[in-house]
């Protein structure tokens, strides 16, 4: 099987249909990746194909020097972040018309219950970049330097930041009550729920 980089080089010489396998390896990754940061599996979705999109419009941009996945990673992370940003302001608008007794969807629900409310509470607490952090980290288990490659920072800043949100998640727990949910590991946090 070719490689992604001889794909790449294809669809970068005018073989648009090489694009197809780039899209199967990583949009489980990437879509897994969404939701984990939107929280919403519909917006996951969208996100994906706005991803991918983004991703075929700039491939041309795209330069060896850094892995093919912490590039696509990157425009997710922006992505995700610029979505964020425009649901927090419908969010805000929406509160000034409607009034506050709207209930929750089954979908919402289940999402809800997804997390130990202690976590829950942490992570909706967390900056858009600390829960990108923990997300990257913990539930896509990448390491620091792709970590480092994906948000622009040096690896060693990015350790310190890690090291600071997951004691801030830590405490966040234990304030919810939630002491009993955290186990340290020597290299991650693992949080049985």
């Known amino acids: 099987m070719d490689s992604i980089e001889e794909h790449i080089r294809r669809v970068k010489a005018g073989e648009v249909d090489c694009f197809e396998l780039i899209v199967e390896t990583y949009k489980k990754q990437i879509y897994i990746y969404c939701c984990r940061m939107l929280g919403c599996r519909q917006d996951a979705q969208d996100a994906v194909q706005d991803i991918f999109i983004k991703a075929f419009t700039k491939i041309h941009l795209y330069e060896v020097k850094v892995s093919f996945s912490s590039w696509l990673y990157k425009i997710a992370y922006h992505h995700c972040l610029n979505m964020l940003r425009k649901r927090r302001v419908r969010i805000r608008v929406n509160r000034l018309i409607k009034p506050a007794g709207v209930a929750e969807s089954a979908e919402q629900t289940l999402e809800r219950r997804w997390f130990s409310e202690p976590l829950e509470y942490a992570i909706t607490k967390l900056s858009d970049e ?42 966040l727990i234990k304030e919810k009550g939630g002491a009993e949910l955290c186990e340290i590991q020597d290299r991650r946090t693992k949080i049985e729920v």
């Open 130 to 171: 600390e829960r990108n952090l923990l997300v990257l980290r913990v539930f896509e288990d990448k390491p620091f330097t792709e970590i480092a490659q994906i948000l622009d920072k040096n690896s060693s800043a990015v350790k310190k930041k890690y090291a600071r949100m997951k004691q801030k998640v830590m405490k």
